[in-house]
C-alpha cells in the first residue's frame, strides 16, 4: 500500500475538551547550520483567540525566544513537547531568538497563499507529533500539493463538507476535507513521498462537494484546458511543491477575473537603492525582493511603474527601495499615520483595471518638499522601569540603516534617570522612533503596548512613536518608557491646547474643533474608533493662536469615537458621538 504523510490540514472533527494534550515538534535543521542562540518555536499557544484570557498560561504568545527546542540526541531534529488545549494554532520556527531568523514557510502550506505566512495546526484529544523540515512543508524528502477549489458561485454547501479525492489518496471521497480560507475558497495540503508519486507525473483528481459518490453529494465533471479528458482534474507535479489555482468549482478558470491594477511610485526624494525598487503585499505573500513585483523607470522621471494581475478583494501592501526589509542598501516605507493601515498601505482591488499612485513614504501621489536636516533632541523617562535598564537606545526610520541598525546609544549623564540624544534628522517630515532598554536586538526590550493611543502601527503587531520635524532644531517634549506622557503625568491631566471646544455633538456630516493653542506647536488630529482603529488622521501643521478645523464625518459608522489631539507636549482627548 502507497504511504503518505497527511499533514495538518487534512482534518478530522475533534472532540473538543478543555483538557491538554501533548503535542510535540519536530523540526529537522541538517539541511542548515543551527545558531548559537539556539532553536526556538513562536506562536499563539498562550492566548490562542486574542481574547485576554490565556488558553495555555505557561508559554508566551509569539515571543521568538520563549519556548526553546532541543536536540538531546544529536541527530539535527530539534524537539520541544507542548501541553495545549483542543484548538487550532498558528506558529512559526526560528533558528535563533529573534524574528531576523525565522523561517520562510513554503506558500504550499503557509496559513495563506500569498498571505499569512504562518504554519498551523489542528490539536485534538489525543497526544500528536508534527514533524517537519526547517522552511519546508514536510519530511525531509517529501513535497506538498496545496489543492484548492471555488465554491463561491455554488447555490449552497454540502453539510458533509468539501472534500477533494485522487489518485494520490485512493480515491475516497470522505478522506482528505477541505477547510475554507477564504470567502468561498477551500484549500486543503497534502504531503506525499516524491519516490511513489515522481515529478511529472499527472496527477489526477477532483472536488467534492460533499463526502461520498452518490446523488448525496455533488461531483465534478471537468472539460477543458485543466481536464484529463475523463471528467477528472489533471495537474502536473513539479521539481517543488505545488501551489494549484484555485479554480471555480466544476471549470477550468477563476470565477472572477483579475484585476490589472497599475503601482506607482514617486521616487524623487529617495536615493534609490542598487537592488532596485518593489512592491510587497499580502497579494505576494510578502517577499520584497520577488523579481515579479519591481518597479521599473523606463522613462527616467523618478516614477517607478508596475502592472500586475491580482484578484478582487482588499489587501495591505508597502514599496520597498530595495529587495530586503532592513540592512544596507535596503528599506521599506515608514508610513504617516492619515494613510497607515496596521503599519501598511491598504488596496481595494475591484474593476477591469485600476491605478494607485503615491510618494514613497508620503500619502499623496505628488512629493512634499521635506524640511530642512536639523538636530532632534529626544529625552526619555526611566524612572518606573524595574528593573532599571542598563543602556537606553533610540531607534527610527531615519537613521542608516533604518532601526535596529543605526540603534543610537543615549545617555544620562546627570543619572537622573531621564536618557538623552541628539540626532541630526533629514528625509520626511514626519518620523517614526521607538526607545529599547538593555540589548537593542531583543524585540522583548523595545516599547510596544504603551504605544497604542499615541503611537502608529508598525505592521508587525507593534507601535511606533511619531514626530513631525519643523526643519528647525527641536527638542521632543520627555516621556516615560513606553507611555504616551512623562511618568509623573496622566493623560488627562495635560492640556496641550485651551478652549476646546467641539460641536455640533451628536455630528452628522461635519465635526468643527475650535481652541486656543498658547504654544507654537505641532498638532496631529486623530479619531478613533472604539475598536482602537484610527478612522480619520489631519496633521494641522505647527499653529499657534485660535484655530478652527473640520472633520468630515458623514461616512463613518453611528458610535461613540474618541478624539485626540496629539503633540509634542502630550495628548489631549474628548469622547464625542456620531450619528
Known amino acids: 500500500m502507497k504511504k503518505f504523510y497527511l499533514t495538518m490540514m487534512c482534518l478530522s472533527l475533534f472532540v473538543w475538551t478543555s483538557a491538554q494534550v501533548n503535542v510535540t515538534f519536530e523540526v529537522d535543521l541538517n539541511g542548515a547550520t543551527p545558531s548559537d542562540n539556539g532553536v526556538h518555536i513562536a506562536g499563539n499557544f498562550n492566548d490562542v483567540n486574542y481574547d485576554g484570557t490565556p488558553e495555555n498560561a505557561a508559554y508566551t504568545n509569539w515571543s521568538p525566544s520563549a519556548i526553546a ?89 454540502s453539510p458533509d463538507g468539501i472534500h477533494v479525492a485522487g489518485e494520490f489518496q485512493g480515491w475516497d471521497p470522505g478522506a482528505t476535507a477541505m477547510t475554507e480560507k477564504a470567502p468561498g475558497v477551500y484549500e486543503v495540503y497534502y504531503t506525499f513521498d516524491p519516490s511513489v508519486i515522481p515529478n511529472g507525473t499527472d496527477l489526477e483528481y477532483k472536488f467534492i462537494n460533499g463526502d461520498d459518490w452518490t446523488e448525496n ?32 468549482f466544476n471549470a477550468c478558470s477563476p470565477c472572477v477575473l483579475p484585476t490589472m491594477v497599475t503601482f506607482m511610485v514617486n521616487m524623487s526624494l529617495e536615493t534609490v ?35 500586475v494581475a491580482i484578484q478582487p478583494g482588499t489587501y495591505n501592501y508597502k514599496f520597498i527601495n530595495g529587495n530586503d526589509w532592513n540592512g544596507a542598501d535596503n528599506d521599506n516605507e515608514s508610513l504617516p499615520a492619515e494613510c497607515n493601515v496596521g503599519g501598511n498601505r491598504e488596496i481595494i482591488v475591484e474593476g477591469e483595471t485600476m491605478t494607485v499612485e503615491y510618494c514613497y513614504n508620503q500619502c499623496t501621489a505628488e512629493c512634499i518638499a521635506n524640511p530642512d536636516p536639523a538636530d532632534i533632541t529626544f529625552l526619555v523617562n526611566t524612572a518606573e522601569m524595574d528593573p532599571a535598564p542598563t543602556a537606553m537606545f533610540l531607534i527610527g526610520n531615519f537613521t542608516d540603516p533604518q532601526w535596529q541598525g543605526g540603534a543610537v546609544t ?100 461635519n465635526l468643527n474643533i475650535q481652541f486656543n493653542s498658547a504654544n507654537s ?59
Open 273 to 307: 537603492s542598487p537592488n532596485g525598487v518593489h512592491v510587497a503585499g499580502s497579494f505576494q505573500g510578502w517577499s520584497p525582493g520577488d523579481a515579479n513585483y519591481e518597479l521599473t523607470d523606463g522613462d527616467a522621471d523618478g516614477i517607478y511603474e508596475l502592472t
Open 217 to 248: 453529494s455533488i461531483i465534478e465533471t471537468i472539460g477543458g484546458d485543466c481536464s484529463a479528458g475523463n471528467g477528472n482534474r489533471l495537474a502536473i507535479l513539479t521539481e517543488t511543491n505545488t501551489v494549484l489555482d484555485a479554480y471555480c
Open 69 to 157: 527546542m532541543s536536540d538531546d540526541d544529536m541527530d539535527g531534529v530539534y524537539s520541544v513537547t507542548l501541553q495545549l488545549i483542543a484548538e487550532r494554532y498558528e506558529f512559526k520556527f526560528i533558528n535563533g531568538n529573534d524574528w531576523p531568523q525565522e523561517e520562510d514557510v513554503p506558500n504550499a502550506c503557509q496559513v495563506e497563499v500569498n498571505g499569512n505566512g504562518n504554519r498551523e495546526i489542528w490539536v485534538g484529544d489525543a497526544d500528536i507529533t508534527y514533524h517537519v523540515e526547517f522552511a519546508s512543508c514536510g519530511p525531509v524528502g517529501t513535497k506538498t500539493v496545496r489543492f484548492r477549489v471555488d465554491l463561491s458561485q455554488e447555490a449552497a454547501i
Open 410 to 509: 543615549m545617555t544620562d549623564d546627570d543619572a537622573d534617570m531621564v536618557y538623552t540624544c541628539t540626532v541630526n534628522v533629514s528625509g520626511p517630515a514626519e518620523i517614526q522612533y521607538k526607545f529599547v532598554r538593555d540589548d537593542v536586538d531583543v524585540s522583548a526590550n523595545e516599547e510596544n503596548p504603551g504605544l497604542a493611543e499615541c503611537g502608529v502601527a508598525n505592521g508587525i503587531g507593534g507601535y511606533n512613536r511619531v514626530h513631525v520635524r519643523s526643519g528647525q532644531p527641536e527638542t521632543i517634549a520627555v516621556v516615560c518608557f513606553d507611555a504616551c506622557e512623562d511618568c509623573n503625568v496622566s493623560v488627562a491631566d495635560q492640556t496641550i491646547v485651551e478652549e476646546l471646544n467641539v460641536f455640533p455633538v451628536p455630528a452628522t456630516d
Open 521 to 579: 506647536q505641532m498638532i496631529r488630529v486623530n479619531l478613533i474608533n472604539a475598536v482602537g482603529q484610527t478612522v480619520v488622521s489631519e496633521n494641522l501643521g505647527r499653529i499657534s493662536g485660535q484655530q478652527v478645523t473640520v472633520l468630515p464625518v458623514g461616512s463613518l459608522s453611528t458610535g461613540v469615537y474618541n478624539l485626540v489631539l496629539i503633540s509634542e507636549f502630550g495628548t489631549q482627548s474628548r469622547m464625542i458621538e456620531i450619528r
